[in-house]
């Protein structure tokens, strides 16, 4: 039988439709060398993964088709519903046309057995929403399954709708969509933005069990670890302040920031939008976007238990069970749970940590989904360090270049961190395909410091002696409430179909700090070190915090200008209020409304596979710095321009990118004079970061999934001075996996590489002398096997060569060394 494949033509509204069948060329998933060759040719590229849905095969099709069709042997596994497709086109002959947007987010389940072609379709569009209908004796259409198609498939479009982009069981390194940029669900090449997405398979193959982990291994971020309990990321030379989790924003600085260390094995994916992203997130700097997306219930049963050891005694046991909770399929249900005790190459330093997620959707009526769930994490620490933990100098200004184990916490030194989020949403999808959603989120958090210890200044190399010691002991509480409401779908408008989304969002942050009396600790001879526990801090001795309110509207609209060009564009407006409090006693407050951060980008499609685009967007950061007169400042605000070509091949399994990028900061205080004991400011322009970046992610070989990202950055201030040095200038993130063919398909080897430039900050040494960290490039191995379709293991080595550096040069005062090398070992189960 001839090799079959994919053609694509244009319809009226420039959307792809895909035809499998004879005369098509070679399908996707078959990878050949020179495929390979120019996949790897693009200027390394962005993000894909397939998602989990469903659907049924109804009346619509010619019934002699349907009936006189012979039995096939299949054997396709589970895989991108396009994929599972064209294998099965090219099995049996049959044509089949289809949309690319049908297909967005579906993942076939596997085919394995007799079937005739309708019960082959059957089995691939089971639960996606999606129709087949037979328009000839050799010839079938999938779509959207219509109101005529009764009610039962209506109720699945509205799960399709809510699971588009989930990437778990795809086994693929990219996403079909995504929704963080624009609101909108958009495959990344309709995108114009810089997005990656990291997928839940590349967060398995490689172990990825904490954010901050995450987000060490994504382009164009660097993540700074100033705390064993703390992490700091920054994107395009700015700081990433905000995080969102199923798109409710939070803060991701301060002492709460717990969601940057949270526990992967409650997500899907985790979403990076590069650049000004102020559209969704509200208040921010002209970094990154965050958002952390969590796994939802499916509706046929699956489940997963992962156990774990490794070096520092470290031990993990996950679990993972999902399905339907009734025999209908109308109620579904699932529980992930996890607990990770480890020690740590870091002296005294040790954490337990406990994971608990559950949340459980029902069909309340034909288009209408309801979802409650709950969020609970735990971590218990012991020798915490708060500030970094390795002297960096010594008093006459040489690198001190202690061990890694080193560092200037106490085995008696802990904080523990508690957080819990009860969240529910409800979806309702309307016979004209419009979508309503209303989203309301609960959290609550503690952190109970008992004996923190920030050390500074610089040691004497001969007696030990030269730091100072400031104990700290504190709990904090916090407080976010957020509630959201969102409405999208098509229109019509001058003969062509285009698509709006409106949006409303509040949340207020409440936090509330308790100090407590701080004993007197003598470092004395660091050498010594540590000194003997102080005993119980004090009293309570003072208390404070403060509440931020944050509430606005947006918009965002794609207009379908002719069938190759595409228009963005939308606007959200923002207010935005802080109070805080001593004692109980309101004291400074400041506010904000009608802040505006307009949206544009407009992309157009050079040939079916390519797209290049341009965007603009805003962001705003308040601060509260007043005037010489008084007044409050103007918020900061961050502009980003972008240009970009986006590529998406392979029927999606495979997708580009290469953007130069220009960031441009304004409204910057900057101090004035003293009025007073207090600090005045004045406004003046900031920083402008410009660059470009480059992604390839996907399957680029048959078994070859890669995630690779390249970003070359450079910052000047206003006198054109490098600044931001102290983030690295380039950097290189590198993954990759691969099943090897036919007899050895039970073996999987895979690697990953992170590189970054010299970073430097600036006058941290005892005479002005700079902290520098040179290039380095840190190696990962894994290796899998599967013992069987349920039982796989796999070894991850990190850091194979053992690379000595400082992750990140002086935050505060110290340094913060990486990880030495090495080894987890674990053991996977499905059923």
Known sequence: M?????????????????????GAVTPPGKRNSLAAAIALAIPLAVATAGAAVAGDLTNGETQAAAQSQPAYLFDIPARPLPQAI?????????QVLYTEQSTFGHTAPALQGSFTIRGALQRLLAGSGLVARFTGDNSVTIELASEDDGQFLETLLIKGASMAAATESTGSYTPRSSGSAAGLQLSLRETPQSVTVVTRQQIDDFSLETVDQVLANTPGISVNRAETDRAFPTARGFKVENISVDGVSSAAYGLMSADLLSDTAIYDRVEVVRGAAGLLSGSASPSASINLVRKRPTRDFQGQLVASAGRWDAGRLQGDLSGSLVASGSVRG????????????????????????????????????????????????????????????????TPTNFGRN????????????RR???????????????????????????VESDKLLYMSGHLNRQTGEGLSVSPNSFSSKRDLTSLSATADGQFGFLGRKHELLVGWSKSRETIARTWYEDPAVDVGNFFDWPAPDPGRYGEAESTGGWTTDQWGGFVNSRWSLVDDLTLLVGTRISSYEYTKRDEGVEGARYDHSGVSTPYAGLIYDVADDW???????????????????????KPESGANYELGLKGEHFDGTVNSSFAVFRVEQSNVSEPDVRVGDEQRYKLVDGVTSRGFEAELNGEIYTGLNLAAGYTYRTSEDVDGNKVMRSEPRQMLRLSSNYRLPDNWRAITVGGAIRYQSETIAEGKGPNGENARQGAYAIMDLRFGYDFSESVSA?????????????????VYNHGYYGEPRNLTVSLRGRF
């Open 420 to 446: 819990t989020v009860v969240f529910a949403d409800l979806t309702h999808r309307f016979n004209s395909g419009w979508q309503l959603k209303l989203s309301a989120s609960d959290l609550n958090g503690e």
């Open 406 to 417: 080193v560092t200037t916490s106490a085995p008696w030194s802990t904080k523990d961190n």
């Open 2 to 22: 001839a090799m079959r494949g994919r053609h694509n033509v244009k319809d009226s509204n420039s959307r792809s439709v895909v035809r499998t069948g004879a």
């Open 334 to 397: 699932r529980l992930v749970t996890a607990y990770d005790s480890r020690d740590s190459y870091i002296d005294y330093y040790s954490n337990d940590k406990t994971v608990a997620y559950g949340i459980v959707e029902a069909d309340l009526a034909p288009g209408t989904v309801l979802g409650i769930g709950i969020d609970y994490q735990a971590k218990d620490v012991e020798g915490t360090t708060y500030g970094e933990p390795v002297p960096f100098f010594f008093d006459d200004g």
């Open 611 to 633: 797209s290049v685009y341009t965007s603009y967007t805003e962001v705003f950061k308040p601060t509260g710095n007043r005037d010489r007169d008084g007044n409050v400042l």
């Open 794 to 810: 796999g070894v991850n080595l990190n850091n194979v060569f053992d690379r000595k550096y400082y992750s990140s040069v002086p």
């Open 86 to 94: 064209t294998e099965l086109s090219a099995m049996t002959g049959i």
